[in-house]
């Protein structure tokens, strides 16, 4: 009967199997951290962005506020509204804001037919 017995493993095997682990390491941490930046900006639209500065409510009528950051070279069209205390949204206006400039400040005036309780500006998108 023949017994074959394994070669015990030399330096060089030793020390390839913690390097192996550190480049699968390295490989999962660079993956992990693309992925979270995917999430992160999932949904938005890069390079623009949207905010509601103030508004002003009166009995038919809402005055906004809005502040808008953005390419310098995009045409940029955002919506406008007001809405009442359960969302629904009582007035809207589609704004264009033009190429040439990056910040741009505006107010608009919307008429609703009953009270409004708030309005923002949102769905902005490069055309």
Same mark, same amino acid.
């Not at 070669?7 to 390839?16: F, Q, W």
């Not at 809005?66 to 359960?86: I, S």
């Not at 033009?98 to 708030?118: F, H, M, N």
């Given at each position: 009967?023949? *017994?074959?017995?394994?070669?015990p ?20 941490a660079?993956?992990?951290v693309g ?5 992160m ?5 890069p ?7 103030? @508004? /002003?409510?009166a009995? =038919?009528?809402?005055?906004? *506020?809005y ?6 070279? /995009?045409?940029v069209?955002? *919506?406008?509204?007001?809405? /009442?205390? /359960? @969302?629904?949204?009582l ?9 040439g ?10 008429? =609703? ?15």
């Amino acid at each position: 009967m023949t *017994t074959s017995v394994s070669k015990p493993a030399g330096p060089s095997e030793d020390r390839r199997r913690p390097l192996g682990l550190v480049v699968i390491g390295v490989l999962v941490a660079l993956a992990s951290v693309g992925f979270g930046v995917i999430y992160m900006n999932a949904g938005r639209t890069p390079g623009i962005m949207a905010e509601t500065v103030a @508004f /002003d409510i009166a009995d =038919t009528s809402v005055k906004i *506020t809005y502040l808008v950051a953005k390419g310098e070279d /995009d045409e940029v069209r955002c *919506t406008v509204d007001a809405f /009442d205390p /359960d @969302f629904e949204i009582l007035a809207e206006k589609e704004v264009v804001l033009p190429v040439g400039t990056s910040k741009v400040r505006d107010t608009e005036t919307l008429t =609703t037919p009953r009270r409004a309780t708030g309005a923002r500006i949102h769905g902005c998108r490069a055309v």
